[in-house]
């Protein structure tokens, strides 16, 4: 096919075949664009014709890609990715008068400890902005990037879809919560000993800091496993629960009262909180302006040092 060719090529049609590689799904792909399912259904079909392949073979309930489908995404995905910055460059952006809708991903201890003074700065350059806050952590965060559901993303990260970039905001510290007034600092023994209460989204009763205790050939006591970090001052209080949280999240849980927050008596190495982005989005200039804020009010360049 020759550039001519092109003005043949309805773009819709492309973005909807993206869709279907992310979803596997004429239900889900519809939701997702905002159409309804014989739109989809009317579009695939186009799509079939356009590549002369079936493209997408129902398994069930879901819709596996062929290998012609593949290999079509391989070369697509990119190419949309450099047509939406060719796009985003010619477009200015003043915060003062946007109306611009952000929709970014942050793990819940961001959310909860970090997201208040970035949304104040926010608010006060951009009145006229929306933001939009998807919960995501290590496991969500690649496909909600891959998928376009967010631009950007804060948490502890892995793995990353290929065109995704990376950086690197602040290397947290841990403390240990307890609602106790027990002087003095907390042993190892006593550390290994209390009850702990532990934040976890997938309801793990191990995380980073049992991995560090590991290497002193000790253990923790885990007998509370909880989804999110509001809330956990109230269960700490009146109990011997202790808890290990990023500091930024002790910060924001001892603000209220009625809790302490200790070092604790080993040396956990610091966990390293990113900021991830879209690399089609790398240079638009709202994106940006919205990533310089992140970096400003969720990282702590000290810790970096």
Not at 82 to 105: E, W
Not at 135 to 160: C, F, H, K, W
Not at 179 to 199: F, K, Q
Not at 225 to 234: E, I, K, T
Request: aromatic residues 6%.
């Amino acid at each position: 096919m020759n550039r001519n060719d092109l003005r043949k090529v309805d773009l819709n049609l492309l973005i909807v075949f993206e869709t279907l590689m992310h979803e596997r799904s004429v239900t889900r792909a519809a939701e997702k664009l905002f159409l309804g399912q014989p739109a989809i259904s009317a579009a695939l079909a186009r799509l079939r014709s356009l590549f002369d392949d079936p493209l997408f073979v129902r398994t069930g309930r879901s819709m596996e890609p062929t290998a012609r489908a593949q290999e079509i995404f391989g070369h697509l995905s990119p190419a949309l990715d450099s047509i939406s910055t060719a796009l985003s460059r010619a477009a200015d952006f003043d915060p003062a008068t946007s109306k611009a809708v952000f929709r970014i991903g942050l793990s819940d201890d961001v959310e909860f400890g970090l997201l208040p003074a970035l949304l104040r700065r926010l608010r006060s350059e951009a009145p006229g902005i929306v933001l939009v806050v998807r919960r995501a952590n290590y496991l969500l965060m690649p496909q909600l990037l891959a998928s376009g559901e967010i631009s950007v993303g804060v948490s502890y990260t892995d793995e990353l879809p290929a065109n995704a970039k990376r950086k690197t905001l602040r290397r947290s510290k841990w403390r240990v919560l307890r609602a106790d007034s027990v002087p003095g600092a907390i042993t190892l023994d006593d550390y290994c000993t209390r009850p702990h209460a532990m934040v976890s989204y997938a309801g793990d009763l191990e995380g980073f800091v049992d991995e560090q205790l590991a290497t002193l050939e000790r253990k923790r006591q885990v007998v509370l496993a909880v989804p999110q970090f509001n809330g956990l001052g109230a269960l700490l209080a009146g109990t011997d629960l202790i808890a290990t949280v990023p500091d930024y999240a002790a910060l924001a849980l001892t603000a209220a009262g009625g809790l302490r927050a200790d070092e604790p008596p080993f040396t956990p190495r610091p966990a390293e909180l990113s900021m991830v982005w879209r690399g089609a989005q790398d240079n638009d200039p709202a994106e940006r302006w919205l990533r310089s804020r992140i970096s400003m009010f969720v990282g702590d360049p000290d810790s970096l040092n």
